[in-house]
């Protein structure tokens, strides 16, 4: 049976604080191109430090901080690491609370 992983999503579905793993690109070519040059490769390791549905996403990968547009994020699928500031277990988004995280 073929299982799927919940933990991957598209770059721009994550919130501030979460981190990932670049695990694939969906045009190819051009996409892997253009994350290469900023150096952002398949299996990065990277952190949201900002967050937004129209403005660019902030992220952090090792010492270097780039701002991804949200059309070049969309076409970026990464595995989560866990929740905001990289803590273990899943939580649920409540509106205006900020995370609640599963005990």
Same mark, same amino acid.
């Given at each position: 049976?073929? $299982?799927?992983?919940? =933990?991957i999503?598209?770059?721009?579905?994550? *919130?501030?604080? &979460?981190?990932?793993?670049? +695990? %694939?690109?969906?045009?190819?070519? $051009?996409?892997?191109? =253009?994350?290469?040059?900023?150096?952002?490769? *398949?299996?990065? &390791?990277?952190?949201?430090? +900002? %967050?937004?549905?129209?403005?660019?996403l902030?992220?952090?990968?090792?010492?270097?901080?780039?701002?991804?547009?949200?059309?070049?994020?969309?076409?970026?699928?990464?595995?989560?690491?866990?929740?905001?500031?990289?803590?273990?277990?899943?939580?649920?988004?409540?509106?205006?609370?900020?995370?609640?995280?599963?005990?």
């Open positions: 049976m073929n $299982e799927v992983d919940e =933990r999503t598209l770059l721009a579905e994550l *919130l501030a604080g &979460e981190r990932a793993r670049i +695990v %694939a690109m969906s045009d190819g070519t $051009e996409t892997e191109k =253009r994350l290469s040059d900023m150096g952002l490769a *398949l299996d990065s &390791e990277i952190e949201v430090l +900002v %967050a937004g549905n129209r403005s660019p902030l992220v952090a990968a090792g010492e270097t901080r780039l701002a991804i547009e949200p059309d070049l994020a969309k076409q970026v699928r990464v595995r989560r690491f866990g929740g905001p500031c990289g803590r273990r277990g899943w939580g649920r988004r409540h509106r205006g609370r900020g995370w609640r995280f599963r005990r």
